[in-house]
């Protein structure tokens, strides 16, 4: 329970002061750091809790990154076949 409302205030802070400023990789290596702290805490008192906020925050920019990587290819390969092609 003490762990939901731990990621909670940290997904304000997410949104608020990372997405917000468009600071995304910053806010992976956050998240990633979070997620170390709980399970260095997690294996110090031999218990789980819940980290369903911080995965779903990730992947979602995983996922985001992702799509915006295989569009930029896109974008050049169009791009560069129909200029290329125009030359002909």
Do not use: C
Request: glycine share 6%.
């Amino acid at each position: 329970m003490a762990g939901t409302y731990l990621f909670e205030a940290f997904a304000d802070y997410w949104v608020e002061k990372i997405l917000k400023y468009s600071k995304e990789l910053v806010g992976i290596q956050f998240w990633h750091e979070i997620l170390a702290v709980t399970k260095e805490w997690e294996d110090k008192h031999g218990t789980r809790i819940h980290k369903g906020t911080p995965y779903f925050f990730l992947a979602e920019k995983f996922y985001e990154l992702f799509l915006f990587y295989i569009g930029y290819h896109l974008f050049l390969h169009f791009y560069l076949y129909g200029h290329n092609k125009n030359k002909d």
